[in-house]
């Protein structure tokens, strides 16, 4: 099976602007979560989508948004971009239920921000 | 609220030498544990999990962690590193099995030649 895949792998904005990253999770898998990496807070969770609902959002502001497609492909929004936004951001996909819940990553969209 | 804490920011081992990891969690009940390793630039890499049953879990790479309830802790162990185990470490729980994940700060490993 091939992995989780995500799109672009590098992106430079300007403040103001709003970028849109792309994740397509491993087939089968019905669940995606989203992460934001930075060196200062590490990894934090963004949200998780299930069966293109948003099952799980962690403590973002509402400039970050999301959705889910029919075929469990995801998308991450995010407007209004400020430096602050910069990191590495990471898609995950997994079954999302059941005894086997473990996560698989994708290699992370690297955004930054100037 | 649940959390994870990772004692060790940094952890530099000389290779061949034994390593432990520390981990650990704030959570009243028994939560599924994850171990992950990250390397540079890349996604993360799940080395093992714990959902219930026996509590010294097997994972990849001949890492192997511990799950201790009295101690809220989940260490992950390997009796001999290598250089390709420089990385980064994290540990994460979920408290269900629909849940969402939390992960901890992470340990960033450097091993000595």
């Known amino acids: 099976k091939a992995g989780v895949t995500q799109t672009p792998r590098y992106l430079i904005k300007t403040r103001g602007q709003q970028v849109t990253l792309s994740c397509s999770p491993i087939?089968?898998?019905?669940?995606v979560s989203w992460y934001q990496q930075t060196p200062g807070q590490g990894l934090q969770f963004l949200f998780e989508?299930?069966?293109?609902?948003?099952?799980n959002k962690g403590n973002f502001p509402g400039r970050f948004s999301g959705r889910q497609f029919s075929n469990s492909r995801s998308e991450m929004n995010v407007s209004t971009l400020e430096l602050g936004d910069s990191a590495l951001y990471l898609c995950?996909?997994?079954?999302?239920?059941?005894?086997?819940?473990?996560?698989?990553f994708g290699p992370g969209t690297r955004l930054t921000v100037l | 609220a649940q959390s994870v804490t990772q004692p060790d920011i940094h952890i530099t081992v000389s290779e061949g030498a034994s390593l432990e990891l520390r981990c650990n969690y704030s959570?009243?009940?028994?939560?599924?544990l994850f171990w992950y390793v990250q390397s540079p630039g890349q996604g993360l890499q799940l080395l093992l999990k714990?959902?219930?049953?026996?509590?010294l879990v097997q994972g990849i790479k001949g890492f192997e962690a511990e799950f201790k309830r009295s101690q809220s802790s989940f260490n992950l162990r390997k009796p001999s590193v290598h250089w390709s185990d420089a990385a980064e470490y994290f540990c994460?729980?979920?408290?269900?099995?629909?849940?969402?994940?939390?992960f901890g700060k992470g340990t960033r490993l450097h091993i000595l030649p």
């Open positions: 995950a996909s997994s079954q999302g239920q059941g005894k086997h819940n473990e996560q698989f």
């Open positions: 989508y299930f069966s293109e609902t948003q099952r």
């Open positions: 959570y009243g009940a028994t939560p599924y």
């Open positions: 087939s089968g898998h019905r669940s």
């Open positions: 994460a729980v979920g408290l269900s099995r629909g849940d969402k994940i939390i």
């Open positions: 714990y959902f219930s049953g026996d509590t």
